[in-house]
């Protein structure tokens, strides 16, 4: 990223081959807006007069864009993005991938344990997430869904081995 641009320079294989694709994960928004980029709706950069001619297909929709997001909440939701190309290396990173999951928590606890599991000993990380009550219609189903999925979001992106429990408890 040089002054506001992204700039990419092809990688080579261990036999000198230049790789002719990349993946990259782009983050536009406008609020709502952003929501009627359709599929193929962005083909091309701008470029310097010269350089090669480089042709981007977006493969889905635009989706998720709103018009009410704090500036707070998207920086939370950006710096989980970035950091460790969201996978969860450090306790950091899991800390700010559980508070970018719900903007309504407001505070994570961590604990680290050694269990007995069913193959034998195991880490356990205990992550005690904290929710106003209020902030829920039904807290009870809420919190049992936000769990199972929250859970399932962290192990996704986890170090394999890592056995990860959330508790909900309300402020």
């Known amino acids: 990223m040089r002054s506001g641009r992204i700039e990419l320079e092809p990688g080579a294989d261990e036999r000198g081959k230049i790789d002719a694709f990349a993946n990259l994960r782009l983050l536009l928004t406008d ?23 480089v042709r981007l297909a977006n493969i ?16 939370q939701r950006f710096a989980t993005l970035l950091l460790s190309r969201n996978r969860l290396i450090t306790q950091a990173d899991l ?5 970018a999951y719900d903007p309504r928590i407001s505070s994570v606890v961590r604990s680290t344990s050694v269990q007995r599991g069913t193959g034998g000993l195991e880490n356990v990380i205990e992550l005690r997430v904290e929710i106003p009550k209020e902030s829920m219609d039904l807290p009870a189903e809420e919190a049992a869904l936000l769990q199972r999925d929250l859970e399932a979001y962290l192990r996704e992106r986890a170090l394999l081995g890592l056995n990860i429990r959330v508790l909900i408890q309300w402020t």
């Open 31 to 53: 609020g709502a807006l952003a929501n009627t980029v359709p599929p193929s709706g962005i083909t091309e950069f701008s470029r310097a007069k010269g350089e090669a001619r």
């Open 95 to 99: 800390e700010t991938a559980v508070r």
């Open 60 to 75: 889905t929709a635009a989706a998720g864009g709103t018009d009410g997001e704090e500036s707070g909440q998207a920086n």
